[in-house]
Protein backbone atom coordinates (compact mmCIF):
# COMPACT_ATOMS: atom_id res chain seq x y z
CA UNK A 1 0.00 0.00 0.00
CA UNK A 2 1.33 3.14 -1.25
CA UNK A 3 1.85 5.64 1.95
CA UNK A 4 1.33 9.71 0.32
CA UNK A 5 5.08 11.57 2.62
CA UNK A 6 3.18 13.96 3.73
CA UNK A 7 1.10 11.83 6.13
CA UNK A 8 4.47 10.24 7.50
CA UNK A 9 5.15 10.81 10.92
CA UNK A 10 8.45 12.65 10.28
CA UNK A 11 6.63 15.24 7.51
CA UNK A 12 3.83 15.61 10.32
CA UNK A 13 6.55 16.88 12.54
CA UNK A 14 8.09 18.99 10.68
CA UNK A 15 5.14 20.37 9.37
CA UNK A 16 3.83 21.02 12.76
CA UNK A 17 6.59 22.99 13.82
CA UNK A 18 6.98 24.91 10.63
CA UNK A 19 3.36 26.05 12.20
CA UNK A 20 4.75 26.63 15.77
CA UNK A 21 3.30 29.85 16.98
CA UNK A 22 5.45 31.54 19.73
CA UNK A 23 3.32 33.84 21.31
CA UNK A 24 0.34 31.38 21.30
CA UNK A 25 2.06 28.43 22.36
CA UNK A 26 2.98 30.92 25.70
CA UNK A 27 -0.86 31.36 26.07
CA UNK A 28 -2.00 27.62 25.53
CA UNK A 29 0.64 26.23 27.90
CA UNK A 30 -0.60 28.84 30.66
CA UNK A 31 -4.07 26.74 30.42
CA UNK A 32 -2.41 23.13 30.41
CA UNK A 33 -0.33 22.62 33.64
CA UNK A 34 2.97 20.77 33.68
CA UNK A 35 3.18 20.61 30.03
CA UNK A 36 6.38 21.67 28.68
CA UNK A 37 6.45 20.11 25.01
CA UNK A 38 3.93 22.66 23.87
CA UNK A 39 5.02 23.86 20.40
CA UNK A 40 1.96 26.37 19.51
CA UNK A 41 0.18 25.21 16.97
CA UNK A 42 -3.50 26.35 16.89
CA UNK A 43 -6.07 23.52 17.33
CA UNK A 44 -8.12 24.11 13.97
CA UNK A 45 -4.59 23.63 11.87
CA UNK A 46 -4.07 20.37 13.78
CA UNK A 47 -7.61 19.00 13.24
CA UNK A 48 -7.28 19.67 9.51
CA UNK A 49 -3.85 17.41 9.53
CA UNK A 50 -5.51 14.96 11.71
CA UNK A 51 -8.52 14.48 8.95
CA UNK A 52 -5.91 14.19 6.13
CA UNK A 53 -4.28 11.54 7.67
CA UNK A 54 -7.49 9.74 8.80
CA UNK A 55 -8.57 9.74 5.18
CA UNK A 56 -5.06 7.89 4.31
CA UNK A 57 -3.75 4.84 5.90
CA UNK A 58 -4.00 6.00 9.06
CA UNK A 59 -3.64 2.76 10.93
CA UNK A 60 0.37 3.33 9.60
CA UNK A 61 0.26 6.71 11.51
CA UNK A 62 -0.93 5.61 14.68
CA UNK A 63 1.45 2.45 14.04
CA UNK A 64 4.56 4.55 13.57
CA UNK A 65 4.20 7.35 15.67
CA UNK A 66 6.64 7.93 18.73
CA UNK A 67 4.90 11.19 19.86
CA UNK A 68 6.86 13.63 21.66
CA UNK A 69 5.23 16.99 21.59
CA UNK A 70 1.55 17.47 23.10
CA UNK A 71 0.34 18.62 19.22
CA UNK A 72 1.59 15.09 18.43
CA UNK A 73 -0.36 13.46 20.77
CA UNK A 74 -3.20 15.78 19.98
CA UNK A 75 -2.50 14.60 16.16
CA UNK A 76 -2.63 11.28 17.31
CA UNK A 77 -5.85 11.53 19.46
CA UNK A 78 -8.06 13.26 16.19
CA UNK A 79 -7.01 10.29 14.05
CA UNK A 80 -8.56 7.97 15.69
CA UNK A 81 -11.62 9.69 16.36
CA UNK A 82 -11.75 10.48 12.60
CA UNK A 83 -11.19 6.94 11.03
CA UNK A 84 -13.96 5.32 9.26
CA UNK A 85 -12.88 1.81 10.44
CA UNK A 86 -15.10 -0.82 12.10
CA UNK A 87 -15.61 -0.11 15.64
CA UNK A 88 -13.41 -3.45 16.82
CA UNK A 89 -10.27 -1.34 15.35
CA UNK A 90 -11.05 2.18 16.92
CA UNK A 91 -11.31 0.24 20.06
CA UNK A 92 -8.37 -1.26 19.50
CA UNK A 93 -6.57 2.19 18.63
CA UNK A 94 -8.25 3.53 21.82
CA UNK A 95 -6.99 1.03 24.01
CA UNK A 96 -3.33 1.66 22.94
CA UNK A 97 -3.65 5.32 22.98
CA UNK A 98 -5.69 6.22 26.58
CA UNK A 99 -2.81 4.99 28.33
CA UNK A 100 -0.61 7.93 26.94
CA UNK A 101 -2.90 10.46 27.56
CA UNK A 102 -1.53 13.14 30.08
CA UNK A 103 -3.34 16.62 29.88
CA UNK A 104 -7.36 17.50 29.91
CA UNK A 105 -6.50 18.71 26.60
CA UNK A 106 -6.08 16.20 24.45
CA UNK A 107 -8.18 13.63 26.78
CA UNK A 108 -11.19 15.82 26.26
CA UNK A 109 -10.40 16.28 22.60
CA UNK A 110 -9.89 12.51 21.95
CA UNK A 111 -13.31 12.26 23.58
CA UNK A 112 -15.25 14.26 22.08
CA UNK A 113 -13.70 13.44 18.38
CA UNK A 114 -14.98 9.63 18.95
CA UNK A 115 -18.15 10.44 17.60
CA UNK A 116 -18.39 6.60 16.72
CA UNK A 117 -19.51 6.09 19.90
CA UNK A 118 -23.13 7.06 18.91
CA UNK A 119 -23.64 4.21 16.74
CA UNK A 120 -21.99 1.63 19.34
CA UNK A 121 -23.03 2.72 22.53
CA UNK A 122 -23.19 -0.36 24.03
CA UNK A 123 -20.15 -1.91 22.68
CA UNK A 124 -18.15 1.46 23.78
CA UNK A 125 -20.06 1.58 27.39
CA UNK A 126 -18.43 -2.22 28.07
CA UNK A 127 -15.45 -1.06 27.07
CA UNK A 128 -15.10 1.50 28.63
CA UNK A 129 -16.26 -0.04 32.35
CA UNK A 130 -12.51 -0.94 33.20
CA UNK A 131 -11.43 2.92 33.10
CA UNK A 132 -13.47 3.20 36.46
CA UNK A 133 -10.79 1.55 38.41
CA UNK A 134 -7.99 2.33 37.32
CA UNK A 135 -4.79 4.24 39.01
CA UNK A 136 -4.03 6.53 36.47
CA UNK A 137 -6.03 9.56 36.91
CA UNK A 138 -6.14 10.63 32.79
CA UNK A 139 -7.93 6.97 32.37
CA UNK A 140 -11.15 7.65 34.41
CA UNK A 141 -11.10 11.31 32.67
CA UNK A 142 -11.37 9.11 29.85
CA UNK A 143 -14.45 7.50 30.89
CA UNK A 144 -16.17 10.20 32.94
CA UNK A 145 -15.64 12.66 29.47
CA UNK A 146 -16.56 9.89 26.76
CA UNK A 147 -19.71 9.45 28.81
CA UNK A 148 -20.34 13.60 29.18
CA UNK A 149 -20.23 13.75 25.20
CA UNK A 150 -22.16 10.52 24.42
CA UNK A 151 -24.04 8.57 27.22
CA UNK A 152 -26.36 11.79 28.37
CA UNK A 153 -29.50 10.14 28.00
CA UNK A 154 -32.32 9.03 30.35
CA UNK A 155 -31.27 5.22 30.41
CA UNK A 156 -28.09 6.00 31.74
CA UNK A 157 -28.65 8.57 34.32
CA UNK A 158 -29.15 5.92 37.15
CA UNK A 159 -26.01 3.80 36.28
CA UNK A 160 -23.94 7.29 35.71
CA UNK A 161 -24.48 8.29 39.39
CA UNK A 162 -23.54 5.51 40.50
CA UNK A 163 -20.57 5.40 39.22
CA UNK A 164 -19.87 8.70 39.45
CA UNK A 165 -20.60 8.69 43.34
CA UNK A 166 -18.24 5.72 43.76
CA UNK A 167 -14.92 6.94 42.16
CA UNK A 168 -12.72 8.10 44.50
CA UNK A 169 -9.42 9.67 43.30
CA UNK A 170 -7.72 12.47 44.27
CA UNK A 171 -6.71 14.52 41.05
CA UNK A 172 -8.29 17.39 40.67
CA UNK A 173 -8.73 16.49 36.63
CA UNK A 174 -11.04 13.33 38.49
CA UNK A 175 -13.06 15.92 40.13
CA UNK A 176 -13.80 18.58 38.11
CA UNK A 177 -14.71 16.09 35.13
CA UNK A 178 -17.26 14.39 37.31
CA UNK A 179 -18.61 17.99 38.65
CA UNK A 180 -18.84 19.01 35.09
CA UNK A 181 -20.30 15.77 33.89
CA UNK A 182 -23.27 15.73 36.86
CA UNK A 183 -23.62 19.58 36.17
CA UNK A 184 -24.41 19.03 32.33
CA UNK A 185 -26.70 16.12 33.91
CA UNK A 186 -28.26 18.94 35.53
CA UNK A 187 -29.12 21.04 32.65
CA UNK A 188 -30.85 18.18 30.71
CA UNK A 189 -31.74 16.10 33.66
CA UNK A 190 -32.76 18.25 36.69
CA UNK A 191 -35.88 16.65 38.38
CA UNK A 192 -33.72 13.44 38.42
CA UNK A 193 -30.26 15.20 39.26
CA UNK A 194 -31.55 17.40 42.06
CA UNK A 195 -32.75 14.30 43.72
CA UNK A 196 -29.40 12.80 43.42
CA UNK A 197 -27.14 16.16 44.93
CA UNK A 198 -29.87 15.58 47.67
CA UNK A 199 -28.70 12.03 48.47
CA UNK A 200 -25.41 10.85 47.13
CA UNK A 201 -22.12 9.63 48.11
CA UNK A 202 -19.41 11.91 45.80
CA UNK A 203 -16.69 13.54 48.10
CA UNK A 204 -17.13 16.64 49.59
CA UNK A 205 -14.84 18.55 47.00
CA UNK A 206 -16.43 16.96 44.15
CA UNK A 207 -19.78 17.87 45.36
CA UNK A 208 -19.45 21.28 46.10
CA UNK A 209 -17.56 21.79 42.76
CA UNK A 210 -20.83 20.61 40.84
CA UNK A 211 -22.76 23.29 42.85
CA UNK A 212 -20.66 25.67 41.73
CA UNK A 213 -20.84 24.71 37.82
CA UNK A 214 -24.34 24.55 37.88
CA UNK A 215 -24.76 27.79 39.58
CA UNK A 216 -22.09 29.20 37.03
CA UNK A 217 -23.98 27.79 34.03
CA UNK A 218 -25.99 30.17 31.61
CA UNK A 219 -28.61 27.70 31.04
CA UNK A 220 -29.52 27.29 34.80
CA UNK A 221 -32.22 29.74 35.77
CA UNK A 222 -31.50 32.43 38.78
CA UNK A 223 -34.90 30.63 40.17
CA UNK A 224 -33.54 26.96 39.82
CA UNK A 225 -29.87 28.54 40.95
CA UNK A 226 -31.29 30.18 44.43
CA UNK A 227 -33.53 27.06 45.16
CA UNK A 228 -29.50 25.23 44.63
CA UNK A 229 -28.35 27.72 47.57
CA UNK A 230 -30.91 27.80 49.99
CA UNK A 231 -31.27 23.89 50.12
CA UNK A 232 -28.06 22.41 48.81
CA UNK A 233 -24.82 22.42 50.90
Given at each position: ?21 P ?8 L?P??DN?IGV ?9 KR???N ?14 E ?28 E?N??S???S???EF???R????RVW???Q???Q????Y ?7 M??F??M????L?K???I ?7 N?Y ?7 A ?19 H ?25 TI???L?
Open positions: MMIDPINKPEHIRKELLSMAEEYQKFASSINCLRIPKIRKIAIARCPIYYLDNVSPKYFEFMVKALVIGNMKDDIEVLLEQAALFIPINWVCDFCSKIVKHKEDFLKYWSDKPEIRVAVVFLHFEQNYELFSFEQIKNEYVKMAIAWVSICFVNFPKETMAFLRDNMDDETYHKTLQKIRKSLRVDRETKEILTR
